[in-house]
Nanobody, 111 residues
Framework: HVQLVESGGGSVQAGGSLRLSCVASGDSEGSYCMAWFRQLPQKEREWGAS???????RYADSMKGRFTISRDNTENMLYLQMNSLKSEDTALYYC??????WGQGTQVTVS
């Protein structure tokens, strides 16, 4: 069983940047696809970005060009670099392993 813990959220002004981190512990074997999801206020959780174990990445249109997903398998870490933040990026951000395991989320508020 894997435990996922996100950090790095906070409040930032529009145009600013944040870097989210997610650490995996327990059964943290690194061959899974890792992903970031987010849940906007009053909305369903939505997929944002994912990275396979071979390093290939995919992004939702809402994140493409502004956000960068990366991972460090030696440290069991997943990251999301978020630049040019907009108010519509305000959400609770979750990391996921294999679209089956989830962290508790970290709040990002852009004003």
């Amino acid at each position: 069983h894997v435990q996922l813990v996100e950090s790095g959220g906070g409040s930032v002004q529009a145009g600013g940047s944040l870097r989210l981190s997610c650490v995996a512990s327990g059964d943290s074997e690194g061959s899974y696809c890792m992903a970031w999801f987010r849940q906007l206020p009053q909305k369903e959780r939505e997929w944002g970005a994912s990275m396979d174990s071979d390093g290939s990445t995919r992004y939702a249109d809402s994140m493409k060009g502004r956000f960068t997903i990366s991972r460090d398998n030696t440290e069991n870490m997943l990251y999301l670099q978020m630049n040019s933040l907009k108010s519509e990026d305000t959400a609770l951000y979750y990391c996921s392993r294999g679209f089956a395991d989830w962290g508790q989320g970290t709040q990002v508020t852009v004003s």
